[in-house]
């Protein structure tokens, strides 16, 4: 018995290829965080331009940063602070948007729970797992991150909320690889 490939069946193939990788073939952006070193790489999969280095701190072993391949789809600037369960428990209250709350300048909410990559960490905790989870850096180097993800093209524009935070929607693919 023979197999038979009909036309229509490779168009169909094709085009699912070409949506899981994007119409334009980008790989898109890649930060890869690596736990034991506590950085965040970032590159341009696309023509392998490096991006900034930082330094960051993360979770703490009672509340591990989670390992994974996880996408990016927005940056928040000035974001509000809404504490989850155990930080609520620790005394922690909602804060309004702003670059001065506990999130720094920016966020880039990932995975399950709410993590994200933010702004707002004290210098001398970077290095340490310290975190409820998320991965914190200096303000100016996420800025940094942030300048060099937009000169890659991969932001959209800033959106002005209602709340006053200020979201960009990812205009290339973004990931995070947490190892």
């Not at 609520?88 to 948007?97: E, F, I, Y």
């Not at 002005?160 to 190892?179: C, N, S, Y």
Request: hydrophobic share 40%; with cysteine.
């Amino acid at each position: 018995m023979s197999l038979r490939i009909r036309p229509i069946s490779v168009a169909f193939v094709v085009l699912g290829m070409s949506l899981l990788i994007g119409s334009s073939g980008d790989p898109g952006l890649l930060l890869v965080l690596d736990r034991e070193h506590f950085e965040l790489h970032a590159r341009d999969l696309r023509d392998g331009v490096e991006g900034p280095t930082l330094r960051v701190s993360l979770g703490s072993p009672s509340h591990r940063t989670p390992a994974g391949r996880y996408p990016i789809y927005e940056v928040v600037r000035d974001p509000g602070w809404n504490p989850g369960p155990d930080a609520r428990a620790l005394g922690a209250t909602k804060l309004s948007p702003s670059s001065d709350g506990p999130l720094g300048v920016a966020k880039l909410p990932f995975g399950p729970g709410g993590f994200a990559v933010h702004g707002g960490a004290n210098p001398l905790l970077l290095g340490k797992p310290v975190s409820l989870g998320c991965v914190r850096t200096l303000n100016e180097d996420l800025l940094a991150l942030l300048d060099w993800m937009d000169r890659r093209s991969a932001l959209e524009g800033v959106v002005p909320q209602p709340d006053g935070e200020q979201h960009q929607q990812v205009a290339r693919r973004v990931q995070i690889l947490v190892r």
